[in-house]
């Protein structure tokens, strides 16, 4: 599936390697990283969404330079791009610590590793990896024989003489979730970080908080649209929030998520949803996620502004 959210337009990845590198030009510079690049002639287009797409190499990057801090003064990342058959693919290779052969198949869970050695969360992964599928593509990794990482991603070339599909602003899931706000209440950090890294990458202006205290603080200094809790927070539960949200705000109260690793018994779920609560069994994608709040933010009850 090609991005749900996205302006879909004809793309060279190796300007996409040249901004995201730019960008981080100081932040390597500081580190004693060092980049080897040569942008490929003739490398044919892919069809994505470029802000999409920028997120993704800039977690990359930045996966590859926590990881050789973690164990060196310096390093060197090494980036190539080339056509392999009907994708284009591009290599990043670090020489840090690598992956161990036990951690190669977990690189992509977003619950293997929530704190990583020299810093970050490790969801950076997670969320490259969804991106890409959603653009019809995939990455793999492996243990590069002198020691480093390698991440090959492959992205489709359009067939010859293909229009890229425009956004149907009629279907759910294809609205542009840009500009609209969440509220992301949840006390693993796991969590919290893939969803506001993927509600992030695909526009949204997302806030977090561990408990419905953090929340109500938040709503007390701004507004949200939506807001996306766990069920069964410590301290006051999600649904417990959600009923205190609503009895003070009524027909003005953001829209509410509640999100539920365990089956809710049905009389109780039907009560939350009679309130207006949408339930969200875990573990959920992210594009379905996408989709769920671009729906309910395109059926907006009355005086929800």
Same mark, same amino acid.
């Given at each position: 599936d090609l991005p749900s959210a996205a302006e879909r337009s004809r793309l060279n990845l190796a300007d996409i390697v040249q901004e995201i590198l730019h960008s981080l030009r100081d932040e390597f510079a500081g580190g004693k990283i060092q980049v080897e690049f040569s942008p490929p002639r003739d490398l044919p287009v892919i069809e994505g969404d470029r802000r999409q797409l920028r997120q993704v190499f800039l977690n990359i990057l930045k996966n590859a330079q926590q990881a050789i801090s973690a164990g060196r003064a310096s390093g060197t990342i090494r980036i190539s791009l080339s056509q392999a058959g009907p994708r284009v693919c591009a290599t990043i290779m670090d020489d840090g610590p690598g992956i161990s052969s036990d951690h190669l198949g977990k690189v992509f869970d977003p619950f293997f590793s929530t704190k990583r050695p020299g810093g970050g969360s490790g969801m950076g992964l997670t969320i490259s990896l969804a991106i890409v599928r959603e653009h019809g593509? +995939?990455? =793999?990794?492996?243990s590069a024989p002198g020691g480093g990482a390698v991440f090959h991603l492959y992205f489709p070339v359009p067939a010859a003489g293909a229009v890229?599909?425009?956004?149907?602003?009629?279907?759910?899931?294809?609205?542009?979730?840009?500009?609209?706000s969440v509220l992301v209440v949840d006390d693993e950090e796991g969590i919290r970080e893939i969803v506001c890294e993927?509600?992030?990458?695909?526009?949204?202006?997302?806030? +977090?908080? =561990?408990?419905?205290e953090d929340a109500l603080s938040l709503l007390a200094a701004g507004s949200y649209e939506i807001v996306l809790c766990d069920f069964n927070l410590s301290g006051m539960s999600g649904e417990r929030f959600f009923e205190q949200i609503r009895g003070k705000h009524g027909d003005s109260a953001p829209r509410f998520v509640l999100m539920t690793g365990e089956l809710l018994d049905a009389p109780r779920a039907e009560e939350l949803q009679r309130h207006g609560a949408v339930i969200l069994q875990k573990p959920f994608d992210l594009r379905k996620l996408a989709e769920l709040l671009s729906g309910m933010l395109e059926t907006r009850p009355a005086g929800v502004p």
């Open positions: 593509g +995939t990455i =793999e990794a492996e890229p599909a425009a956004p149907k602003p009629a279907a759910r899931g294809a609205s542009d979730l840009s500009g609209h993927g509600l992030r990458a695909r526009g949204m202006k997302v806030d +977090t908080a =561990e408990s419905c």
